[in-house]
Nanobody
Framework: QVHFRESGGGSVQAGGSLRLSCVAS????????MGWFRQTPAQEREGIAY???????TYAPSVKGRFTISQDNSKNTLILQMDSLKPEDSALYYC??????????????????WGKGTVVTVSS
């Protein structure tokens, strides 16, 4: 089992920044890739960024150039720095782990463990 503790969500005005943090515990090791997803009541869960097994970062087009994902393996911590936020970025943001690193941002069904999420609200 893998567990997550997410933090950093909150309310910000458009153009502002937030930094999300996810600390993983349990049976997490290098066999897993970690990533961030988000969901609103009106939309399905969307993959927005993940770090592949080679350490490379991949982003959804909707956030590329504005969000930066990073990972501190010594602390099992995943970070999402969100800049130039827009109202459409408002969502519940989830941290997730993918055993085998085969999900990417599009195959959400292949991700194995999920946090409870942290809420981001961006006002115009």
């Amino acid at each position: 089992q893998v567990h997550f503790r997410e933090s950093g969500g909150g309310s910000v005005q458009a153009g502002g920044s937030l930094r999300l943090s996810c600390v993983a515990s349990g049976d997490i090791d290098s066999s897993y890739c970690m990533g961030w997803f988000r969901q609103t009541p009106a939309q399905e869960r969307e993959g927005i960024a993940y770090i592949g097994d080679g350490g490379e970062a991949t982003y959804a087009p909707s956030v590329k150039g504005r969000f930066t994902i990073s990972q501190d393996n010594s602390k099992n911590t995943l970070i999402l720095q969100m800049d130039s936020l827009k109202p459409e970025d408002s969502a519940l943001y989830y941290c997730s782990a993918d055993y085998g690193c085969d999900g990417g941002v599009s195959r959400i069904d292949l991700w194995d463990y999920w946090g409870k999420g942290t809420v981001v609200t961006v006002s115009s």
